[in-house]
């Protein structure tokens, strides 16, 4: 009989959480979730059916992800799923998983937003296309444009606002301005790479499975803003906005790099966390 019971469902979820305790900070609730995923079923049918017995394969395919999880990988790429903006957006290796903090840069790019104007809206570095969504969610009259280096970002971006019906972006290869050559917009918004090169960071947790073309910023971090902002000026109207993420200690460095090119009405901006994150600027002629 006690053969038996150990491929009950409960006794699975259980024991894998107590595999899982030494590397996740949830671990009964990734247990949960991978179940879940297997026996595509909500979390509230393993809590109403412990004693449902689990067959072979089942127990196969629960395992191969419990390995996964163990051996560090995020939840959203064995998932594939990700909530940015209450949205659950399609993620995969390809792409950073978007932070809950990035929603900081949306809630700040809207502020100059007028939901009733045409307004135009570029996004440097589309990854999963959380922002952009966000953005062209919110503001059905604006146009959005985001622009991605990554074939394989774009292709997830691009199904990304499939799934969520959103028509007002269009997702362009590019990189940084290319693409867009000759054009105006008034809010150009990026959260671009700024994790400093060979930054013990990128080895160390989520990263490692993250693709380092979202992640790395060179040698201090800020290489992307300083192309950004040689170039963006360019690109924005008259008293238009330039809006970054950035890393928590990339503020001065930041601001450096926009008085020395005529941008006026600096403001950084603090996440939950109390961490300097989004600093927005416009740019005047
Ligand atoms: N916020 C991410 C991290 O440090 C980095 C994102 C980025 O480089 N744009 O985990």
Redesign the pocket.
Known sequence: MKYESEFELGNYLSDAAAVLATRSDSPRLDAEILLGLVLRKPRSYLHAWPERMLDEEERHRYNLLIRRRFSGEPMAYISGVREFWSMPLRVNRQV?IP?P??ELLVEKALNHIPEDEEVRVLEL?SGCGAVSLAIAHERPQAEVISVDISEDALTIARLNAKLFKINNVEFLHSNWFDAVRGQKFNVVVS?????INRDE?LLA???RF?PEL????GDD?LECFREIIDRAHNYIVRQGWLLF???TDQERGIRRLLEAQRYYDITCYQDAAGHDRVTECRFVE
Do not use: K
């Open positions: 950073l932070r903090e990035t570095g959260n671009p790479p700024y994790v960071f947790g989520d990263l993250e979202a992640l790395a910023g971090g993420e950035h890393g």
